[in-house]
């Protein structure tokens, strides 16, 4: 499904929209600059990518330009490297379910905007990940996520209050030039580290800082709470983490290959 010139799907909660694939296709959104896509009460299962020669895109849903509101969309079991992937646009999100990914869910690049109530279970690889984005995040929730709940990377800047991560890989890692504050967070069954900071790409020029309060550590993290890259900033609850010896070429060989 192809919509050049952006699509309103605006379903009822007694009567979503449903879209339902057999592991094939997938759907791709062009936004003129001054478009405005709606996403209402959309159920989306079983898609793949698009199949178009010329439109391979990594995501079950693709979205680029204009403005995205998107109001309790879930995803469900497609089988594509990202479940949402938008790029370049403005979001104005509240509610996204994503479910039984076996790569990343959420995949948000170039955007800027507010999302509320996401939540993301059962994920082969990231929950949320963003670059190059300037984001508003509240009510964010990921449950058996294998990798990052939550990543940010290139020169990001994303404010988040209440999060709750349960059974996930790694917490959060921030990266490369970006900027994160965090207020409220619960997690607890981390498999590696909580919180991390570091740089993997040089050539972004900046500090990357990573700011947690109130945070509640409610259960079992693996190795570290915190892993503090040189020449990057992370507290926790008002305390600098101490500096940690990381090699993110081997993590990046490891644990957070794709």
């Given at each position: 499904m192809i919509f050049e010139s952006s699509v309103n799907m605006d379903g009822l909660k007694t009567n979503p929209i449903q879209i339902q694939g057999n592991g094939?296709?997938?759907?791709?959104?062009?936004?003129?600059?001054?478009?405005?896509?709606?996403?209402?009460?959309?159920?989306?299962?079983?898609?793949?990518?698009?199949?178009?020669?010329?439109?391979?895109?990594?995501?079950?849903?693709?979205?680029?330009?204009?403005?995205?509101?998107?109001?309790?969309l879930k995803i469900d079991g497609c089988e594509s490297e990202d479940q949402l992937n938008l790029v370049n646009t403005k979001?104005?999100?509240?509610?996204?379910?994503?479910?039984?990914?076996?790569?990343?869910?959420?995949?948000?690049?170039?955007?800027?905007?507010?999302?509320?109530?996401?939540r993301f279970d059962y994920i082969g690889g990231d929950g949320l990940g963003v670059s190059g984005s300037n984001l508003r995040i509240t009510a964010i929730e990921a449950f058996e996520v294998n990798?990052?709940?939550?990543?940010?990377?290139?020169?990001?800047?994303?404010?988040?209050?209440?999060?709750?991560?349960?059974?996930?890989?790694?917490g959060v890692a921030?990266?490369?030039?970006?900027?994160?504050?965090?207020?409220?967070?619960?997690?607890?069954?981390?498999?590696?580290?909580?919180?991390?900071?570091?740089?993997?790409?040089?050539?972004?020029?900046?500090?990357?800082i990573l700011k947690v309060s109130k945070f509640d550590r409610t259960g079992f993290v693996g190795k570290s709470v915190c892993i503090r890259e040189g020449n990057?900033?992370?507290?926790?609850?008002?305390?600098l983490c101490e500096i940690s010896e990381l090699n993110v070429d081997e993590l990046y060989k490891d644990r957070m290959k794709k």
């Open positions: 094939t296709g997938g759907i791709f959104i062009n936004n003129q600059s001054s478009a405005i896509l709606i996403l209402k009460h959309v159920n989306v299962s079983r898609l793949a990518t698009t199949s178009s020669a010329l439109r391979k895109y990594s995501g079950a849903i693709n979205g680029y330009g204009g403005s995205f509101n998107i109001d309790h979001i104005q999100i509240d509610g996204l379910f994503i479910s039984n990914a076996p790569s990343d869910a959420f995949d948000c690049d170039f955007c800027i905007g507010n999302a509320a109530n996401l990798d990052k709940a939550l990543s940010v990377g290139e020169r990001s800047n994303l404010i988040v209050s209440e999060a709750t991560f349960d059974n996930v890989g790694t921030v990266k490369d030039a970006s900027t994160v504050t965090i207020d409220k967070i619960k997690m607890q069954n981390i498999r590696h580290d909580a919180f991390m900071t570091y740089v993997k790409k040089p050539f972004f020029i900046g500090k990357t990057t900033h992370l507290t926790l609850n008002g305390q």
